[in-house]
């Protein structure tokens, strides 16, 4: 697998990194151990806070640089990346600031005697990472279990190597000890050799519904834990008490926020029939004045895809769900004349169950437009779905709002807005959308050991 930065606006090749030889993968997860048996698992909360506050701090004083190389990379808006940068600070900050306080030994009632749970860390964990939220992703892996005294092994996309070795120097320079956050350059082999090595105590992807398979598949046999954070359709529901105004802004920031390549970008709008001709107009005409061009520049708006193939995946999926009787809106080609993988902002109409595109996600700035009758239909088909990332419901009456919040089978629902992420809040998702959950405090949870300790 070549590990390559190119640059999505201009198509140069700026950077090509090796993977690294089974004596270099060799070297590394034996460091990573013993960094956790000798060093970072006995460290005190004060210290790894320590060292994961000057990392934010680091985040912040070289944001500029740190935004420009996400823009390099994989073609995000520059105001988006520097966004990014921001929100990865605030992650590590938050860990730093309340992980002694969410792993604090709890105390359980007992009939006899005394009886506690404690948290302890539980070794060498493994992570694989996406292109799409280069820092934010491996931020909310990293931060949490570094606090929780484990060390974290990251295999991030190929596609965005400078980002990841940008964050490891982080950390370095923060003065992690060597083996507290390692990144790995290695082959598809060799992530099933660090799967099956001893000393991988658990994995963690983000990624696609496929890769999540297989990720697990050879975690399992090893009896290592797993959580996955997969693909998503998010549901954006709009009532016909919905604030119309509202509902378009956020269904377009939803929609085109890294140009539509989110797991919990709003994809699917179903809209009731009183406000479905109007919401899909003003939708329309908003989508329209989206322009190509530098992603550096501020004064651009429409980003290019993070890839030619991800262009020519996407296109192949609108072609497809045309010839099985949707109807175009608008868009559905490439951007001609323009330096770059741009994708015309698209709407898609008249999809029945039988058409693939009803099922599928569309990663990128591809828009599902559905009609329905009232809010028990729309409740229907948001659910009609292998996914179960996110969604999002538009009504003034925020009893109602909730209420219909509670029927959607995800993970995460929002009440008048597009999906955001903060570090106190849960994030993750149900049926093929993956399980388990990063952020918040549940997010430390996931691997730690909670160990009983009961005094007769």
Not at 18 to 33: F, H, M, P, V
Not at 324 to 334: E, F, H, I, N
Not at 366 to 373: M, N, P, Q
Request: some cysteine; charged content about 20%; aromatic content about 8%.
């Amino acid at each position: 697998m070549a590990y390559q930065s190119t640059n999505p606006y201009t198509g140069k090749i700026e950077k090509t990194f090796d993977d690294i030889s089974g004596a270099q993968l060799e070297e590394k997860l034996a460091c990573a151990d013993d960094c956790f048996k000798t060093d970072w698992r006995h460290r005190s909360f004060a210290d790894r806070k320590a060292i994961l506050k000057r990392a934010a701090a680091l985040m912040r004083e070289r944001s500029q640089m740190l935004g420009r190389l996400i823009t390099l990379e994989m073609g995000k808006l520059i105001a988006q990346s520097l966004g990014e940068v921001a929100l990865s600070a605030a992650i590590l900050d938050y860990y730093a600031d309340h992980a002694e306080e969410f792993l604090a030994p709890e105390k359980l009632t007992t009939p006899k005697g005394e009886a506690m749970v404690e948290s302890s860390p539980i070794g060498v964990l493994f992570g694989v990472e996406p292109w799409n939220f280069p820092y934010y992703q491996i931020a909310r892996f990293a931060a949490p279990n570094l606090m929780a005294g484990n060390v974290v092994m990251v295999k991030h996309a190929s596609s965005v190597p400078q980002c990841a070795l940008a964050f490891e120097q982080l950390l370095h320079d923060a003065g992690a000890p060597a083996g507290a956050y390692t990144n790995l350059f290695v082959s598809e082999q060799q992530i099933e050799t660090v799967i099956k090595d001893p000393r991988i105590r658990a994995v963690a992807l983000t990624g696609s519904e496929g890769a999540g398979a297989i990720v697990a598949a050879q975690a399992g046999q090893q009896l290592k834990k797993t959580t996955l954070e997969l693909g998503g359709s998010d549901a954006f529901i709009v009532l016909e008490d919905a604030d119309l105004e509202k509902a378009v802004k956020h269904a377009v920031s939803g929609r085109m926020g890294n140009a539509g390549q989110a797991c919990t970008a709003s994809k699917r709008f179903i809209v009731v029939d009183a406000m479905a001709d109007t919401f899909l107009a003003k939708f329309q005409a908003a989508l329209a004045d989206f322009a190509p061009g530098d992603p550096m520049d501020k004064a651009t708006t429409l980003a290019p895809l993070s890839s030619s193939q991800a262009l020519e995946n996407l296109l192949k999926q609108i072609d497809s769900a045309v010839s099985y009787g949707a109807r175009l809106v608008m868009g559905g080609q490439r951007i001609d004349g323009q330096t770059g993988n741009f994708m015309q902002p698209t709407i898609l109409c008249d999809i029945d169950a039988n058409n693939p595109a009803y099922k599928e996600e569309f990663f990128g700035p591809v828009a599902l437009f559905f009609r329905v009758k009232d809010e028990d239909a729309a409740v229907a088909l948001a659910n009609d779905s292998p996914f179960g990332l996110g969604g999002s419901v538009f009504t003034q009456d925020i009893e109602r709002g909730k209420r219909v919040a509670r029927g959607i089978d995800t993970g995460m629902v929002f009440i008048n807005s597009g999906a955001v992420s903060s570090p106190e809040l849960p994030f993750g998702g149900v049926k093929n959308s993956g399980y388990g959950r990063e952020l918040s405090g549940a997010g430390i949870q996931e691997f730690v050991n909670k160990k009983l300790i009961r005094v007769n």
